[in-house]
């Protein structure tokens, strides 16, 4: 069973920076893409961007050009950045392995990392 841990969250103030991390531990075998996501305050959990085991990078319409993505799956890990945050991006971000290529079928949640941006 794969295990996936996020860290690097805390509090930063607007305008600092987010990278975070994410570590799978376990089987990744059948692990074909990682996805990023957060949920914040009353609002339902979204999509960022991830990467493929072939190591092609998607990002949702929403994001794209604000986060960055890097890390392998073969390496186990995976990161997530963002510059110039604004209290916006106050959430908890997860990652998640995927057993397929689209980003559509989960088989595993990381417990979130919070980031918590002040104005």
């Known amino acids: 069973h794969v295990q996936l841990v996020e860290s690097g969250g805390g509090l930063v103030q607007a305008g600092g920076s987010l990278r975070l991390s994410c570590v799978a531990s376990g089987s990744i075998f059948s692990i074909n893409a990682m996805g990023w996501y957060r949920q914040a305050p009353g609002q339902q959990r979204e999509f960022i961007g991830g990467i493929i085991r072939d190591g092609r990078k998607e990002y949702a319409d929403t994001v794209k050009g604000r986060f960055t993505i890097s890390g392998s799956i073969a390496l186990r890990t995976i990161f997530l950045r963002k510059d110039i945050l604004t209290p916006e991006d106050t959430a908890v971000y997860h990652c998640?392995?995927?057993?397929?290529?689209?980003?559509?079928?989960?088989?595993?949640w990381g417990q979130g990392t919070q980031v918590t941006v002040s104005s």
């Open positions: 998640a392995a995927h057993s397929d290529t689209q980003f559509r079928s989960v088989s595993k």
